[in-house]
């Protein structure tokens, strides 16, 4: 077909999904482009999880309709599953085979060869460092290493459209970052990406575009900078050693910064538009002071910053959610 | 715009070629955790063993059942018993897959989707003869001394596997349906173990009370359990139909469990498992 546009990998129109009375996915659009990463980011419950489902034809829409590779996801199934490759948000490995014996099986079922299967595998233990480990069973790996495979078990066949559900859920920051930059490489190479997160700092770091969900609808949607000139900019937060040094503290930085001083917790929260070059504007002022301090922290606007100030409202009910911050 | 979700039909069949090599990949799969997880052919071969020791040990002495060697007539009830219990243990490694996504993981791929459930039964199907061919062998070596012509072992045989056949599928569709692995072993022990216990496996069901009587009567495990006695002994158990017939009751119910527990778990599986 010659068509002097590439249509977008994914595109839905009034996504919808019940189940009994809770609505999970609200009339959801949503349109992701070739060759680029959208980030799906919300709270526990917003309806990710079922929204990627329905993407990847492992749950049908109660209403509303998908393309994805220009393929309906429920009357042309099939196409689609040829199309995407799909990690849920638990590594969904057979976790009584090894490593590389999972990536066999995955390239198998993808129609190759036992030589072929075997050829293509090693290939991608290499690429994304499974090596060590490949003789391991999956029931004996880290969550960072399970990761790993399943991003390889991911890639047999170039998708044209890699889905991941919260890549990095439950992960120590090591193991993140080292998915992270696995998951930079693939979009270096020009994979299209949907990622769903629960993380401010991970849809940042990773996407082109974020689009904000909650109670399976659209709250806000944009290029990260869009998104986060909407919530605000980043803050340096220092907590004084005690009550008197907090005065001190709070004498000190007020002229020089728009700062909000919050007694009760000796913290001084100053504003840090340039990120970095504040903290250490913020660090000298507080060392020429001879200030005692407890700590000094770049704070990142969190998820939770991000509803508060596009809903005027906090996260409800989300007991899993952590802050992340950036310690200085 | 609008999609009927419901009336289309899942196309992810692909001919009867992919259907067997995905079948038999998946199998294949299953199987290699046999080796790997031996704790799991252990929960289908341990419990009869110690049931095998405990009755014949320990209560046996009490238990006098006119007409036949207390010995010869514990096995054929605990292999039936034993064939039961490959439902609980079918249902639990469904729900083991179900919960830890790797079934999701091949329904997001390019692989027939029967084949998904099939390599499921097969691979069970296969664990559970395996598990029954050592309690049997375990039955010979202490001693049990089955009665075979060449036609009771060839329908023994056909009954064994197609009451394996069924019961295997009735644990898949139980797996699907509870989804969690300790859900399935409670599911197990409040409905097949009680069953499996009343079905005369160790004692005869004339001896017992009128309720659990009436419910052993008409238990598909009593008309197992007095089949493989029958084929196996020339024992022939009394009190109802079913067991005057054993061996067509027998036949009768897998067939019928067969024929409504594999419907409802492939619509269980492509549908509601989907939603």
Same mark, same amino acid.
Not at chain 1, 133 to 147: A, H, P, Q, T, Y
């Given at each position: 077909?010659?068509?002097?546009?590439?249509?977008?990998?994914?595109?839905?129109?009034?996504?919808?999904?019940?189940?009994?009375?809770?609505?999970?996915?609200?009339?959801?659009?949503?349109?992701?482009?070739?060759?680029?990463?959208?980030?799906?980011?919300?709270?526990?419950?917003?309806?990710?999880?079922?929204?990627?489902?329905?993407?990847?034809?492992?749950?049908?829409?109660?209403?509303?309709?998908?393309?994805?590779?220009?393929?309906?996801?429920?009357?042309?199934?099939?196409?689609?599953?040829?199309?995407?490759?799909?990690?849920?948000?638990?590594?969904?490995?057979?976790?009584?085979?090894?490593?590389?014996?999972?990536?066999?099986?995955?390239?198998?079922?993808?129609?190759?060869?036992?030589?072929?299967?075997?050829?293509?595998?090693?290939?991608?233990?290499?690429?994304?460092?499974?090596?060590?480990?490949?003789?391991?069973?999956?029931?004996?790996?880290?969550?960072?290493?399970?990761?790993?495979?399943?991003?390889?078990?991911?890639?047999?066949?170039?998708?044209?459209?890699?889905?991941? +559900?919260?890549?990095?859920?439950?992960? +120590?920051?090591?193991?993140?970052?080292?998915?992270?930059?696995?998951?930079?490489?693939?979009?270096?190479?020009?994979?299209?990406?949907?990622?769903?997160?629960?993380?401010?700092?991970?849809? +940042?770091?990773?996407?082109?575009?974020?689009?904000?969900?909650?109670?399976?609808?659209?709250?806000?949607?944009?290029?990260?900078?869009?998104?986060?000139?909407?919530?605000?900019?980043?803050?340096?937060?220092?907590?004084?050693? +005690?009550?008197?040094?907090?005065?001190?503290?709070?004498?000190?930085?007020?002229?020089?910064?728009?700062?909000?001083?919050?007694?009760?917790?000796?913290?001084?929260?100053?504003?840090?538009?340039?990120?970095?070059?504040?903290?250490?504007?913020?660090?000298?002022?507080?060392?020429?002071?001879?200030?005692?301090?407890?700590?000094?922290?770049?704070?990142?606007?969190?998820?939770?910053?991000?509803?508060?100030?596009?809903?005027?409202?906090?996260?409800?009910?989300?007991?899993?959610?952590?802050?992340?911050?950036?310690?200085? | 715009?609008?999609?009927?979700?419901?009336?289309?039909?899942?196309?992810?069949?692909?001919?009867?070629?992919?259907?067997?090599?995905?079948?038999?990949?998946?199998?294949?799969?299953?199987?290699?955790?046999?080796?790997?997880?031996?704790?799991?052919?252990?929960?289908?071969?341990?419990?009869?063993?110690?049931?095998?020791?405990?009755?014949?040990?320990?209560?046996?002495?009490?238990?006098?059942?006119?007409?036949?060697?207390?010995?010869?007539?514990?096995?054929?009830?605990?292999?039936?018993?034993?064939?039961?219990?490959?439902?609980?243990?079918?249902?639990?490694?469904?729900?083991?897959?179900?919960?830890?996504?790797?079934?999701?993981?091949?329904?997001?791929?390019?692989?027939?989707?029967?084949?998904?459930?099939?390599?499921?039964?097969?691979?069970?199907?296969?664990?559970?003869?395996?598990?029954?061919?050592?309690?049997?062998?375990?039955?010979?070596?202490?001693?049990?001394?089955?009665?075979?012509?060449?036609?009771?072992?060839?329908?023994?045989?056909?009954?064994?596997?197609?009451?394996?056949?069924?019961?295997?599928?009735?644990?898949?569709?139980?797996?699907?349906?509870?989804?969690?692995?300790?859900?399935?072993?409670?599911?197990?022990?409040?409905?097949?173990?009680?069953?499996?216990?009343?079905?005369?496996?160790?004692?005869?069901?004339?001896?017992?009370?009128?309720?659990?009587?009436?419910?052993?009567?008409?238990?598909?495990?009593?008309?197992?359990?007095?089949?493989?006695?029958?084929?196996?002994?020339?024992?022939?158990?009394?009190?109802?139909?079913?067991?005057?017939?054993?061996?067509?009751?027998?036949?009768?119910?897998?067939?019928?469990?067969?024929?409504?527990?594999?419907?409802?778990?492939?619509?269980?599986?492509?549908?509601?498992?989907?939603?």
């Amino acid at each position: 077909m010659l068509d002097s546009t590439t249509p977008p990998t994914i595109e839905a129109c009034g996504l919808t999904k019940r189940f009994g009375d809770f609505t999970a996915v609200d009339a959801l659009d949503l349109r992701v482009e070739s060759g680029t990463v959208v980030s799906l980011l919300g709270p526990n419950g917003a309806g990710k999880t079922t929204t990627v489902r329905m993407l990847g034809t492992l749950t049908r829409p109660d209403a509303g309709w998908a393309r994805v590779a220009g393929h309906d996801v429920v009357r042309e199934a099939d196409r689609v599953r040829r199309a995407i490759s799909l990690t849920g948000q638990f590594a969904a490995l057979d976790k009584n085979l090894t490593a590389r014996e999972n990536i066999i099986l995955m390239a198998r079922l993808r129609g190759r060869t036992v030589r072929a299967a075997r050829v293509v595998a090693d290939e991608l233990i290499e690429r994304f460092q499974v090596g060590e480990f490949r003789d391991r069973l999956v029931k004996n790996l880290s969550g960072g290493e399970r990761r790993r495979v399943d991003l390889a078990a991911s890639l047999i066949d170039r998708p044209q459209l890699l889905v991941l +559900d919260e890549p990095t859920a439950g992960l +120590d920051p090591r193991s993140r970052q080292v998915v992270w930059s696995t998951i930079r490489e693939l979009v270096a190479d020009g994979v299209t990406l949907l990622l769903t997160t629960q993380y401010l700092e991970e849809a +940042d770091a990773l996407a082109d575009r974020i689009v904000l969900i909650d109670h399976g609808r659209e709250i806000a949607a944009g290029t990260p900078a869009q998104l986060k000139a909407q919530v605000g900019e980043q803050r340096v937060d220092v907590v004084a050693a +005690d009550g008197a040094e907090f005065e001190r503290l709070t004498a000190t930085l007020a002229p020089r910064f728009a700062i909000t001083a919050l007694r009760d917790q000796r913290t001084v929260q100053v504003a840090a538009p340039d990120e970095l070059a504040d903290l250490a504007r913020v660090l000298a002022a507080v060392e020429d002071g001879h200030i005692q301090v407890d700590e000094i922290a770049l704070r990142r606007p969190t998820l939770d910053d991000a509803f508060l100030a596009l809903t005027g409202k906090p996260i409800e009910g989300d007991p899993d959610y952590e802050p992340q911050e950036v310690a200085a | 715009m609008s999609v009927s979700a419901t009336t289309i039909p899942d196309p992810g069949f692909g001919g009867p070629i992919r259907f067997v090599r995905d079948t038999a990949l998946l199998t294949a799969r299953s199987l290699r955790a046999i080796p790997r997880v031996p704790e799991r052919l252990l929960d289908v071969t341990i419990q009869p063993i110690i049931f095998v020791l405990l009755f014949l040990y320990v209560f046996g002495s009490a238990i006098h059942v006119p007409g036949i060697n207390y010995k010869d007539y514990l096995f054929p009830g605990i292999i039936g018993q034993s064939l039961a219990f490959n439902a609980i243990g079918a249902g639990v490694a469904t729900a083991n897959d179900i919960t830890e996504g790797v079934i999701d993981r091949f329904r997001s791929m390019p692989v027939n989707r029967l084949s998904i459930i099939t390599a499921q039964v097969m691979g069970q199907f296969c664990e559970a003869l395996l598990g029954m061919v050592i309690v049997v062998v375990f039955g010979l070596i202490l001693g049990w001394t089955p009665h075979l012509t060449l036609v009771h072992a060839t329908l023994l045989g056909g009954l064994m596997v197609l009451g394996t056949f069924a019961f295997v599928w009735a644990g898949v569709l139980f797996g699907m349906l509870v989804r969690s692995p300790d859900a399935m072993q409670g599911v197990g022990f409040i409905v097949v173990f009680p069953l499996s216990f009343m079905a005369g496996t160790f004692v005869p069901i004339s001896g017992m009370a009128a309720i659990p009587r009436a419910i052993a009567d008409w238990d598909p495990i009593s008309a197992l359990v007095a089949s493989v006695r029958g084929l196996t002994e020339g024992f022939r158990s009394t009190g109802s139909l079913q067991l005057d017939h054993p061996e067509i009751a027998m036949a009768l119910w897998c067939v019928a469990i067969i024929a409504i527990c594999v419907p409802l778990a492939l619509r269980r599986f492509n549908r509601t498992l989907a939603g």
